[in-house]
C-alpha cells in the first residue's frame, strides 16, 4: 500500500481527534459572557453557538494559506518532506492542546498551529542546508512570524484596556441596579452593541465566503465600474453602520414598548452567535489547514506518476487553495458534536469564569510576588487619586459602583447566581467583536482567544470584580494564562522541530512512534482529566447539598464523611507499613492528601456557608468555625502519620517490630471504636453519649502512655532500631493529637446543631 496515501488518512485522522481538542480549547472564547451572565439555559446557549459554528465553517477558506505558505516557502521542499512536515506539527498540536485542555488553561490554537509549523520547516531545512549547503532564509517565511509576536503583545494589551474603559463607561452609565435604566438606555445599548456585532458578522463572515466577489453597484456614481462585493463593503463602511445604529435602535425601542423584549439578554446571544462564527470562520484552518494542504500535496504527487516523492517540489502549493465545501461542512458538525459533549471545554470555560467571576469564594490560582505588588501599587495610586478628587464626585461615582442591593439578590438565588450580570456580559462581547474587526479590516495577526480573554480580565477588574479580597489571586490567574500563551509558542516551535526531526531520522518508524506517543499522551490526559471531572463534581455536589437539605444537615454530612474516610486510611496507612508495602502506602498517601483538600476547601467555604445562617444563630457561626478547624487539625495529624511512613518505606529503614506492630494496632482499633462512635452521636444527633466517648478518650490517653513506656523500654535494651523508633513516637504522638481533637469536635458540633 502507498505508504504517503497511509500519511494522508493519518493526517485526517488527527484533524478529526484536533477538531475535537481545539473546539475543546476555543469555546471559551464564545461561550464565556453567555454562560457567565446566564442569559439562557445551557441548551439555548449551545443551539445559538452551534448555528453560529455551522454558518461559519462554510465562510472558511480565507486563513487556509497559512498552512501551505504562511510559514514556509514549499516550492524549495520536496513531497516526502513536506508530508512529513505536517504530521509533525498534527502530532504536536494535539498533544500540546490537549495538555492545556487538561489543565483548564485557554491558549491560542493560532499560535500553536504557526509556531508549530515554523518548528517542524526549521527542522526540515536544516537538515536540507547540513545535505546541500544553502540558507534559512530560503526555505522561511520569518517576517509572518515576527507579525504574529507583534499581534500577540497588541492584543494582550489593547484588549484589556479598552475592555476595562468600556466596562467603566457602561456601569456609570447603568449602576449594578440598572432595571429601571433599561427603560430609556437599552435599545441605545442594544443599537450599538449589535450595530457593532453585525459590522463584525460582515467583516468576519465575508471575508471568505463564496459571495465576497459579487459585483456591486450601488451607492457609487452613475457609469461607474462595478467592484466586488468585499471592496464595496469597505467603501460603504459608514452608511452601512449609520443605517444599522439607527435601524437597530429603533427596532429593539419599539419590540421593547410593545413586547417588552429584553434587548440585553438579545445582544448576549447575537454576540455569542457572532464569536461562534467567527471562531468557526477564522480558526477553523488551526485544525484541518495543515491536512487540506497535505491532501492537496499528495493530490499533486498523484499528478505526476512515477516521479520520486524526494525530487518533486511542492510548487503547487504557491497557489491559492480552495477548500471543499464538503470538508467544511462536515468539519463544522464534528465542532458542534465537541461543543454539545465536551466536559474538558467546561473545564477551560470554567478558568475564565472563575478569574471574572464577582463574587468572591474558593480561587483556582495562588497569589505571586508579582500579583502582591501590583496590588500593593493600584491601592497606592487609587488611594492617592481619591485625595484630588472632589467628595461629592466620589460619592456619585461610589452609588453607580455600590453592589449591595444587587449582592443580596444574587445570594438569594443561590446556586443559580449567575458569575457577572449581562451589561458585563455584552460589553465583553461588544468590545471583543470590535477589537477582531477592527484588527481584521486592518489585516492584523490577532489571536481570538487572546482578545476574548483579555476583554474579560479587562470588564472584570473595571466591574470592581477584583476586590481586595480576591484581586492577587485573580492576577496571579491572569500572568499565569498570559505566560502559558507565550509558552505555546515557545514549546510549540521546540516540540515540532524535535518531532519532525523524530521523523526525518526513523521514516515510517518514526510515524507509528510518534502516533503511538500522541495516543498515549491522550490517554494519560483523559484519566487525569477524569480526576479532575470527579473533584469537580463532589464540589458542585456538597454545594447543591447545602441548598437542598440546608446548612446543618449538610454540614452533619460534610462531617461524617471525612470522619469516615479519616478512619480508613489511618489503617490503610498501619496496613501498608505493617506489610512494608510501598505501593499501598503511595496510594493512601495520596488519599490522605485529597482528604486534606476537602477539608480546606470546607474552610475555604466557611464566608459562603456561615451567610447562610439565620441572623440569630451568630453563636451557631462560632461553633462552625470551631468544627472545620478541629477537622483541618485532624486531617493534618493524618498526613504527618502518612508521609513519614512513606518515607520511611522509601528509604528502605528497618521495619517495625512486632511488638511495636502490636502497639500501634491496637491503638488503631481503639482510635475506629471511638471514631464510629462519634459518628453515631453526629447522625443520630444524639449528643448524650459525650460523657462516655469522653470517658474512652482517657482510656486511649492512658493506652498512649503505656505504649510509649514500653517503646522507651524497648529502646533501653537495644530492641528497635533508631529510625523505627522516631517513626513509632510519631504516629503514636499524632494518634494523640486526633484523640484530643476529634473530641473537641464532638463538643463543637452539638453546640453547632443544639444552638
Do not use: C
Not at 531545512?125 to 499581534?151: E, H, P, Q
Not at 503583545?153 to 476595562?164: E, P
Not at 520511611?648 to 511495636?660: A, V
Request: no cysteine.
Amino acid at each position: 500500500m502507498d505508504i504517503y496515501l497511509i500519511m494522508v488518512v493519518v493526517l485526517f485522522a488527527l484533524a478529526i481527534a484536533d477538531l475535537v481538542i481545539g473546539v475543546s480549547n476555543d469555546a471559551v472564547n464564545f461561550l464565556n459572557s453567555a454562560i457567565g451572565s446566564k442569559v439562557a439555559t445551557f441548551k439555548t446557549i449551545m443551539i445559538v453557538a452551534a448555528l453560529g459554528i455551522v454558518i461559519g465553517a462554510t465562510f472558511s477558506s480565507g486563513m487556509m494559506e497559512v498552512a501551505r505558505k504562511g510559514i514556509m516557502n514549499p516550492q524549495h521542499f520536496f513531497f516526502s518532506e513536506i508530508m512529513l512536515i505536517f504530521l509533525a506539527v498534527m502530532i504536536t498540536d494535539i498533544i500540546l492542546l490537549d495538555t492545556f485542555n487538561t489543565l483548564g488553561m485557554p491558549t491560542s490554537t493560532t499560535v500553536s498551529i504557526v509556531f508549530e509549523l515554523l518548528g517542524a520547516s526549521v527542522a526540515i531545512a536544516m537538515f536540507k542546508i547540513m545535505a546541500n549547503g544553502g540558507s534559512m532564509d530560503t526555505y522561511i517565511n520569518s517576517a509572518t512570524a515576527l507579525k504574529i509576536i507583534s499581534g500577540i503583545l497588541l492584543s494582550v494589551v489593547v484588549s484589556f484596556v479598552f475592555g476595562a474603559i468600556a466596562m467603566y463607561f457602561s456601569r456609570l452609565a447603568f449602576s449594578f441596579n440598572y432595571e429601571n435604566r433599561v427603560k430609556y438606555l437599552s435599545a441605545i445599548w442594544g443599537g450599538i452593541a449589535i450595530t457593532a456585532i453585525t459590522y463584525f458578522i460582515v467583516i468576519k463572515g465575508l471575508k471568505g465566503s463564496t459571495f465576497a466577489d459579487y459585483p456591486m453597484t450601488l451607492g457609487l456614481e452613475v457609469g461607474a465600474d462595478p467592484i466586488i462585493l468585499k471592496k464595496w463593503v469597505q467603501k460603504m463602511v459608514l452608511p452601512i453602520v449609520g443605517i444599522s445604529f439607527i435601524g437597530w435602535t429603533a427596532l429593539l425601542q419599539v419590540l421593547y414598548m410593545i413586547f417588552k423584549l429584553d434587548v440585553l439578554k438579545l445582544t448576549v446571544l447575537v454576540g455569542t452567535f457572532a464569536l461562534a462564527m467567527a471562531f468557526s470562520g477564522n480558526d477553523l484552518v488551526n485544525f484541518i489547514g495543515v491536512p487540506l494542504a497535505g491532501y492537496a500535496a499528495y493530490t499533486d504527487f498523484l499528478a505526476h506518476p512515477g516521479v520520486d516523492p524526494g525530487n518533486l517540489l511542492m510548487d503547487s502549493l504557491t497557489g491559492k487553495s480552495v477548500a471543499p465545501a464538503s470538508f467544511l461542512v462536515m468539519a463544522g458538525l464534528i465542532m458542534v458534536v465537541t461543543l454539545w459533549t465536551s466536559k474538558k471545554a467546561r473545564n477551560v470555560i470554567k478558568t475564565s469564569l472563575d478569574l471574572s467571576r464577582q463574587d468572591e469564594g474558593d480561587e483556582k490560582f495562588g497569589a505571586s510576588p508579582i500579583a502582591r505588588s501590583m496590588v500593593r501599587a493600584s491601592i497606592k495610586g487609587s488611594e492617592t487619586m481619591s485625595k484630588f478628587v472632589p467628595t461629592i464626585v466620589r460619592n456619585a461615582l461610589a452609588r453607580q459602583f455600590d453592589q449591595t442591593e444587587s449582592r443580596v439578590k444574587l445570594e438569594a438565588m443561590g446556586a443559580d447566581a449567575p458569575a457577572f450580570d449581562m451589561v458585563r456580559a455584552s460589553v465583553n462581547l461588544v468590545m471583543a467583536s470590535i477589537l477582531i474587526s477592527m484588527a481584521t479590516s486592518q489585516k492584523l495577526p490577532l489571536s481570538t482567544t487572546y482578545v476574548t480573554f483579555m476583554v474579560a480580565m479587562g470588564t472584570s477588574l473595571a466591574d470592581k470584580a477584583w476586590g481586595r479580597e480576591s484581586a492577587v489571586f485573580r492576577i496571579t490567574g491572569v500572568l499565569s494564562v498570559i505566560l502559558g500563551w507565550f509558552f505555546t509558542a515557545i514549546i510549540a516551535f521546540t516540540a515540532a522541530f524535535v518531532v519532525a526531526s523524530i521523523l526525518h531520522i526513523l521514516g515510517i518508524f518514526g510515524v507509528a512512534l510518534m502516533v503511538a506517543v500522541a495516543i498515549f499522551v491522550l490517554y494519560k490526559t483523559q484519566i487525569l482529566q477524569k480526576k479532575n471531572i470527579e473533584s469537580n463534581e463532589k464540589s458542585d455536589l456538597k454545594r447543591a447539598n447545602i441548598e437542598e437539605v440546608g446548612v446543618v444537615k449538610s454540614m452533619n454530612d460534610a462531617v461524617v464523611d471525612s470522619l469516615g474516610h479519616i478512619k480508613s486510611e489511618m489503617s490503610n496507612v498501619l496496613a501498608a507499613l505493617n506489610n512494608d508495602d510501598r505501593r499501598s502506602l503511595k496510594k493512601a498517601n495520596e488519599r490522605v492528601l485529597e482528604i486534606n483538600k476537602e477539608a480546606k476547601a470546607l474552610k475555604k467555604s466557611m464566608h459562603s456557608t456561615i451567610s447562610k445562617l439565620r441572623m440569630e444563630t451568630e453563636d451557631s457561626g462560632l461553633y462552625y468555625v470551631q468544627v472545620l478547624d478541629y477537622l483541618r487539625e485532624m486531617a493534618h495529624s493524618l498526613s504527618y502519620i502518612s508521609q513519614p511512613a512513606y518515607e520511611h518505606i522509601l528509604n528502605n529503614h528497618k521495619k517495625m517490630t512486632d511488638d511495636q506492630k502490636n502497639d500501634l494496632n491496637e491503638l488503631n482499633s481503639r482510635m475506629r471504636l471511638l471514631i464510629d462512635r462519634v459518628i453515631e452521636a453526629i447522625n443520630e444527633n444524639n449528643f448524650d453519649e459525650v460523657n462516655a466517648i469522653l470517658a474512652d478518650q482517657q482510656k486511649g490517653a492512658d493506652f498512649i502512655k503505656d505504649i510509649s513506656k514500653r517503646q522507651v523500654k524497648r529502646i533501653k535494651k537495644g530492641e528497635a532500631s533508631t529510625k523505627a523508633s522516631l517513626l513509632y513516637f510519631t504516629i503514636v504522638h499524632e494518634y494523640q493529637n486526633v484523640l484530643l481533637q476529634i473530641v473537641n469536635l464532638l463538643k463543637s458540633q452539638r453546640d453547632f446543631i443544639t444552638k
